[in-house]
């Protein structure tokens, strides 16, 4: 990108000077009237010395040294017209005052060829015309970036800055799309997980069905039959043990590896929207307002239950440290809870509809980020830790997803009404990496891959899709185990 150039709007220095009153010792300093008169001339009254200047014209030495510019040939630049030493005179102060005092000065030089435009309206409009050779002429392989404009405000003159590191390109389109048939369009359950070992959990209408990532071979996992229905699934951290909320409140534990159900717990009355996993104890959020912390190591159903929701509990998260967990329900609430306290620590109500979307920060302790519904649209950033708000986002949409990767700053988010967009953000800039469009219907379903460089999208659309959104942990661009497959559209059963 060209920038223009700017001379300086302080007065300039005039490089020679002759007077028929100067002082007849060459190497006495100048007076004080005599310097100001010097450097304070106005620029349309200098002329530069030349051969044939007057024979009783005296050289003015002062404690500075000047270059002369006698031999100068300013016909190279073909500057034409009765007031050539004058015009001459300008131009190479103007473009003086630039290289010595920066381009920020509010006077603009003479364009370079390659700034010209070719229209002769443009080019009458220059301080000179083309020059006849190529005069300062940018080369072809020398990148034209601006030392000014790409933020380098004391880049040194004559010096080109490096070129900037080109942003990362992200594929619009999946590499993979799975119909996923009966996959609901509900806005409160979460029913798409990714496992730890590379496996997809899906749940549609009654049943749970397991998508290997490494050989696609989908296996059926369970069948509640017509009584009963799915509306979450969570895998536990290492991966071989799944969590599934029911609408009738009930919650089973199943052995992924063995495809055999361990146990199955109460204790919420309505059904089980969301699910979080701390080590060995799980939480389940319900329609009945509750929070149930439950440890698979013991035979009670739950140890605890978190009161204070005043609407269905549709979004939990545990942080990365295990010492907080993250809550939003249907009542606009955002509340943080500790591991010994049955009343949330921490209470936000900035959003004005649901929130469902919550991520924390992997790179920053405390860091987290929520969204809310189709009433509010924004994505917010709060410090649990100092209990602040950070940051809110208006995206234009619902916020239905949120999920931060593990191996660049960066988040992404899932959106609903009315877009139905897939927005990958830099943080904490907020600026946007890429927009992905394909889903038909609210994108209410999202999960990252193990090695963090995949995500899946599930929409009311009935159909999964797989995006590679982000660089490998190494930064290498090596294809991921799960990225080798041809792009293609299979039946998830």
């Known amino acids: 990108m060209d920038s223009s150039m700017a001379s300086p709007s302080t007065p300039a220095e005039n490089p020679q000077s002759t007077s028929s009153s100067s002082s007849s010792k060459p190497n006495q300093p100048l007076s004080a009237s005599r310097r100001n008169l010097l450097f304070n001339t106005p620029p349309h009254r200098l002329h530069l010395s030349s051969p ?39 131009a190479y102060t103007a473009v003086l005052r630039s290289v010595i005092f920066g381009s920020d000065h509010g006077v603009v030089p003479p364009e370079t060829p390659d700034r010209c435009s070719s229209s002769p309206s443009s080019a ?23 030392a000014y404009s790409a933020g380098f405000d004391d880049a040194l003159p004559g010096v080109v800055p490096s070129q900037p590191k080109a942003s990362r390109k992200v594929s619009k389109s999946p590499y993979k799309v799975l119909d996923a048939p009966a996959l609901q369009d509900d806005f409160y359950l979460n029913l798409v997980d990714w496992s730890s070992h590379n496996v997809l959990a899906v749940g549609l209408g009654n049943c749970v069905y397991l998508w290997n990532a490494c050989s696609s071979k989908v296996t059926k996992l369970c069948d509640f039959g017509v009584d009963d229905s799915v509306c979450s699934v969570g895998w536990a951290q290492r991966g071989t043990h799944l969590a599934v909320g029911t609408s009738l409140g009930k919650l089973q534990i199943w052995d992924a590896s063995r495809c055999r159900r361990i146990r199955t717990m109460e204790g919420h009355r309505l059904r089980v929207g ?10 389940s959020g319900s329609r009945d307002k509750s ?3 439950r440890d ?3 035979q009670d159903d739950f140890v605890s239950k978190l009161t204070g929701h005043k609407s269905e509990v549709c979004g939990l998260k545990w942080s990365y440290d295990n010492r907080q967990l993250a809550s939003g329900g249907n009542d606009n609430r955002l509340f943080v809870w500790n591991q010994h306290s049955n009343q949330p620590v921490l209470k936000y109500c900035e959003h004005k509809a649901a929130v469902k979307a919550i991520a924390w920060s992997p790179h920053v302790h405390g860091l987290l980020a929520s969204g809310g519904g ?4 924004c994505i917010r950033f709060w410090n649990t830790t100092a209990n602040s708000n950070l940051n809110c986002i208006d995206t234009g949409s619902q916020v239905c997803n949120l999920v931060w990767s593990k191996n660049v700053n960066e988040i992404v988010s899932t959106h609903g009404y009315s877009q139905n967009q897939i927005i990958i953000w830099r943080y904490p800039t907020m600026s946007k990496v890429a927009t992905l469009t394909g889903h038909t219907f609210r994108v209410l379903y999202l999960a990252i891959s193990p090695d963090g460089q995949t995500i899946v999208t599930g929409a009311g659309d009935e159909t999964l899709r797989f995006w590679n959104v982000f660089p490998s942990p190494k930064y290498q661009n090596t294809e991921s185990q799960i990225g080798a497959f041809s792009l293609g559209r299979t039946h998830i059963r």
Do not use: C, H, M
Request: proline share 5%; no cysteine.
């Open 52 to 90: 044939s200047s007057s024979p009783s014209s005296r050289v003015i030495y002062s404690d500075r040294f000047i270059p002369s510019r006698l031999g100068s040939n300013f016909a190279l630049f073909d500057i034409g017209g009765d007031g050539g030493k004058e015009s001459s005179s300008s």
């Open 124 to 146: 009458s409009s220059t301080s000179f015309s083309t020059p006849r050779r190529n005069i300062f002429r940018f080369k072809a392989e020398v990148p034209r970036y601006s």
């Open 274 to 283: 969301a699910l979080a996993w701390s080590s060995s104890v799980l939480s």
């Open 291 to 293: 929070i149930l912390q």
């Open 296 to 298: 698979i190591r013991t």
């Open 374 to 377: 189709t009433a509010d649209r």
